[in-house]
């Protein structure tokens, strides 16, 4: 116990030597946690389009009119040349033309068919579907009121309708820095562990200074537990940080207890830093290790389902998440914080995270060799 | 020149004999291209539903089929009762409870009004968006087919849809460019940071300085070799994405090469400047690591559109540099576009890389501390 002690001690006296580091260890994350979490959100609003009305009739007004009440739309254009329309669209001045063909009016009030041509910018195929829902929304309630307007001379018809009613919970206003925070949180703990920790390993073995640890007494799993504390400790120093700034400057809520989401945060640290140490005994370099670790970083995060919804994977992909420790810490965060799910809730994942923190690190001190 | 020449060819034996980064250097963006154009989509698929159903008749059993076999959802679970709504949502599966008012059939036929409720779980606002528009229209849809002849009689207006550039939606269009883009910087900027920073580490950068080499030769050496790799990496995208995902490039080939070796360029500058304010590797990888890795793929319109931010990140997200190279790529590859509609943001990356330039020149010490 007093080995591992000395130890621990020794890789602090390490970390806390370069003053970069031991400052940019905490600086970092607070700087881009005030700076990203409120720039995202998906929530689309005045979308910008163009309209191109060759009907020119009371209807088509009537239908642009309600375009521009949405707070959706914002008509930012209109012209009767379709190749204006078009090289502007090219030039991303808006993301969708909305062509009124002549005699729209005519035929809506002679019982026929009302033609319209939407042309939507669909690099981004989210954006554009939901653009292209949103359409379809006004154009329908446009559509009712003059059916409405219809039965008024012919109340004989009854027009049967389910009403909608919709709600969010957890998060009323759905706002995106609830969402945010504990995405980007989970990220930069992940980055600082996974990167420091097995840098820091490398940096022994690609200078040398590990011969001398390797020379002493020191058992292979002490000289890996004093790997993993100091960074484990920064962690969690980093995360109560970034709880601290979610509640001060986004006042975002806590639903749940904060020592279950400790409890879980460190669980998977110490999957992470297993990781870490583990994928540090194949390196040679600290230029191999940091390529690996940004691979297995990038991959983890961006199949973590932080930015894009989880179910919507492939079979395959929700299966690698298996093993996957920031999928689950994901999850954990979000549930704990916004819904205040108890460990029962998450008990599930806490195994899971608890079975990959012991491989990950058993394999870590099996792998690592004394011998040179 | 031959002194220079020479250097490089130090450069490449240094790369050389580090086979495993080597080979990590061409796998890391192959692997990524697939990963991510096969597993990430923005799309809603298979979201957890469940239903609480007040009424359990015949319309509400069929309205439930039809939410289901719309291929968006998955039934979770069947509720009995409100208290069960928070329970469900906090074990995490479920995306939103449908809820059927009592009598709804009875009330939809007798009195043409019911009401149907969606709570959705707002802790993910993006699927809870999503999960709510796609079950209305579904509704909504079913609704009118419950009307039958009566409102399908009725006036209508349909309109038709045509989606520029995509017409299938697919995610990759958003996806492969982004990846392009955020690999590129990252690998480029981390390569030469950390080759500098590591001469600096062993000693060796002293071997260098006593040399009778300049010291835009030291930088142009070590640019170079990186250069060409990137440039292979970069055609070995390119054609794995035209292969796998069947996505061309619409515009010119040659324009966007050429876009590519500017973009290479200005990230290997960045990597120098990085490299000269950095006392050592650890430094300089979490500089280009933990400094460029989110704000790239958060700020730069990757995944989120920039129109949607706030004002301010239109000036915060200005200083980076993907921010420009994704509208180029994507109109040269998606659109098809020319030179003309993207000369603005090239301009600026080229004043990017002579402003990079510039500074590591200035900042780089021929002097050991």
Redesign the interface.
């Known amino acids: 116990m007093r080995t591992i002690f000395y130890l621990i001690r020794k890789e602090f006296i390490q970390i806390f030597r370069n003053k970069f580091i031991s400052k940019a260890i905490f600086a970092v994350p607070i700087v881009q946690m005030l700076i990203l979490v409120p720039a995202v959100t998906f929530e689309l609003k005045n979308v910008k389009i163009a309209i191109i009305d060759k009907d020119m009739t009371p209807e088509s007004r009537g239908l642009i009119n309600k375009l521009e009440g949405s707070t959706f739309f914002k008509v930012s254009f209109s012209t009767f040349s379709d190749n204006e329309a078009n090289n502007l669209l090219h030039r991303n001045k808006y993301s969708m033309i909305l062509r009124i063909p002549s005699g729209f009016g005519k035929d809506i009030g002679t019982g026929k068919q009302g033609k319209l041509l939407a042309t939507i910018d669909a690099v981004n195929a989210s954006s554009a579907q939901l653009t292209w829902a949103y359409l379809n929304g006004v154009i329908r309630d446009f559509n009712i009121d003059i059916i409405k307007k219809n039965i008024t001379t012919n109340p004989l018809v009854p027009l049967p309708r389910i009403q909608i009613t919709n709600r969010y919970w957890y998060n009323e206003m759905l706002n995106y820095k609830y969402y945010m925070l504990p995405g980007i949180l989970v990220i930069l703990v992940t980055a600082i562990g996974f990167l420091l920790a097995g840098l820091n390993m490398v940096r022994e073995k690609e200078i040398g200074t590990i011969e001398q640890i390797n020379v002493t007494p020191v058992r292979k799993y002490h000289f890996i537990i004093a790997k993993m504390v100091p960074f484990l400790l920064i962690g969690l120093i980093d995360l109560a940080l970034g709880l601290v700034i979610g509640k001060l400057a986004f006042n975002i809520p806590f639903e749940g207890s904060i020592l279950l989401m400790f409890l879980g945060s460190s669980v998977f640290l110490i999957a992470v830093l297993g990781l870490a140490l583990f994928i540090s005994t194949f390196s040679g370099t600290q230029q191999q290790y940091m390529f690996v670790a940004f691979f297995c970083m990038i991959i983890f995060i961006l199949m973590s389902g932080i930015f894009t919804p989880y179910e919507s994977m492939p079979m395959w992909a929700q299966d690698f998440n298996l093993i996957n420790p920031v999928a689950y810490l994901m999850r954990i965060n979000r549930m704990v914080m916004l819904k205040g799910s108890t460990i029962s809730d998450i008990s599930r994942e806490l195994y899971s995270l608890a079975v990959i923190a012991i491989c990950f690190s058993a394999l870590a001190v099996r792998r690592y060799r004394k011998t040179a | 020149m031959k002194r220079f020449l020479g250097f490089v060819k130090k450069e490449f034996l240094h790369i050389f004999r580090?086979y495993?980064?080597l080979f990590?250097?061409f796998?890391?963006p192959a692997?990524?291209i697939l990963?991510?154009g096969?597993?990430?989509?923005?799309?809603?698929?298979?979201?957890?539903v469940a239903f609480l159903d007040l009424s359990h008749d015949e319309v509400t059993q069929k309205l439930t089929d039809k939410i289901i076999s719309s291929g968006f959802f998955?039934k979770t679970e069947t509720l009995l009762n409100y208290s069960d709504?928070?329970k469900v949502?906090?074990?995490?599966k479920t995306?939103a409870v449908i809820i059927f008012e009592d009598d709804f059939g009875k009330k939809?036929?007798s009195e043409?009004?019911?009401?149907?409720?969606?709570?959705?779980?707002?802790?993910?606002?993006?699927?809870?968006?999503?999960v709510?528009?796609?079950?209305?229209?579904i509704?909504?849809d079913?609704?009118s087919e419950?009307?039958g002849p009566?409102?399908n009689n009725?006036?209508?207006?349909?309109?038709?849809?045509?989606?520029?550039?995509?017409?299938n939606?697919?995610?990759h269009?958003?996806f492969v460019p982004g990846v392009i883009t955020?690999i590129l910087i990252?690998?480029c900027a981390?390569m030469t940071s950390?080759?500098i920073t590591?001469e600096k580490?062993f000693g060796t950068m002293e071997v260098l300085l006593v040399s009778p080499l300049r010291p835009i030769q030291i930088i142009l050496g070590k640019v170079m070799p990186y250069f060409i790799l990137s440039f292979i990496n970069v055609l070995l995208i390119l054609v794995l994405s035209w292969f796998v995902f069947g996505l061309p490039v619409k515009g010119s080939l040659m324009l966007l090469l050429a876009e590519c070796m500017l973009y290479i360029l200005m990230s290997l500058t960045l990597g120098i400047l990085i490299s000269t304010v950095?006392?050592?590797?650890?430094?300089a990888?979490?500089i280009s690591?933990?400094?460029l890795?989110?704000?790239t793929?958060?700020?730069s319109g990757f995944?989120?559109?920039i129109e949607?931010?706030?004002k301010i990140?239109d000036y915060?997200s200005s200083v980076l540099p993907p921010r420009y190279f994704i509208?180029i790529i994507?109109n040269i590859m998606?659109?098809g576009?020319g030179l003309m509609?993207i000369w603005k943001e090239t301009i600026i990356l080229i004043i990017m890389t002579l402003v990079f330039i510039g500074l590591s020149v200035r900042k780089f010490k021929i002097r050991l501390e």
């Open positions: 580090d495993r980064t990590i250097l796998g890391i692997a990524q990963i991510f096969y597993a990430v989509s923005t799309d809603i698929k298979n979201a957890g998955k709504i928070d949502f906090k074990k995490g995306k939809l036929v043409g009004k019911a009401t149907l409720s969606i709570i959705a779980d707002g802790s993910e606002p993006n699927t809870a968006t999503l709510t528009n796609y079950t209305t229209a509704v909504n079913f609704a419950f009307a009566t409102l009725s006036i209508r207006i349909s309109p038709e849809v045509k989606m520029l550039y995509n017409p939606l697919k995610s269009f958003m955020l990252l690998i981390l950390v080759t590591r580490e950095s006392k050592n590797m650890q430094q990888i979490f690591l933990i400094g890795m989110l704000p793929i958060l700020l995944i989120f559109p949607n931010m706030p990140y915060v509208v994507k998606i659109k576009t509609y």
